[in-house]
C-alpha cells in the first residue's frame, strides 16, 4: 500500500518494515514489541508509534478505486486474505500503544 504514496517514501525502508510489523503485532493482539525486536531492529516502540498510527489511518482511509488487483490477490485464501483484515480503531490503537 505504502509504494503507491509519495509520504512514505521519505521513510526508511528498515523503519517502515519495522512499523508494519508493530501494527500487525497489535491487530492480530499477538503482543507488542519485545527487547529482542527492538535489539534486532533498532528501534524502540516509540520510535515506531508516529509512522504505525499513519499506516493504520492509511488502511482505514485507503480509496476503494485504487489498487483493484491488488486488493483482489490479497484477498484469495493463499495469501490468508490479508486485505480482508479489518484496520484498528484508532482510539484503541492509540490506547495500545501507549500501554506498550
Not at 24 to 46: D, F, H, I, R, V
Not at 60 to 68: C, F, I, S, V
Not at 85 to 92: C, S
Request: with cysteine.
Amino acid at each position: 500500500m505504502t509504494l503507491q504514496e509519495y509520504d512514505y517514501a521519505r521513510e526508511s525502508p528498515s523503519k517502515l518494515a519495522a512499523s508494519c510489523l508493530l501494527l500487525a503485532l497489535t491487530m492480530k493482539n499477538l503482543g507488542g514489541w519485545t527487547p529482542t525486536l527492538e535489539y534486532y531492529s533498532g528501534y524502540s516502540a516509540q520510535d515506531l508509534h508516529p509512522l504505525v498510527k499513519r499506516l493504520n489511518f492509511l488502511l482505514t482511509y485507503q480509496p476503494r478505486d485504487k489498487l483493484n488487483a491488488v486488493r483482489s490477490k490479497y484477498s484469495h485464501r493463499v495469501f490468508f486474505e490479508v486485505a480482508k483484515v479489518t484496520p484498528m480503531d484508532m482510539l484503541k490503537l492509540e490506547e495500545t500503544l501507549t500501554i506498550s
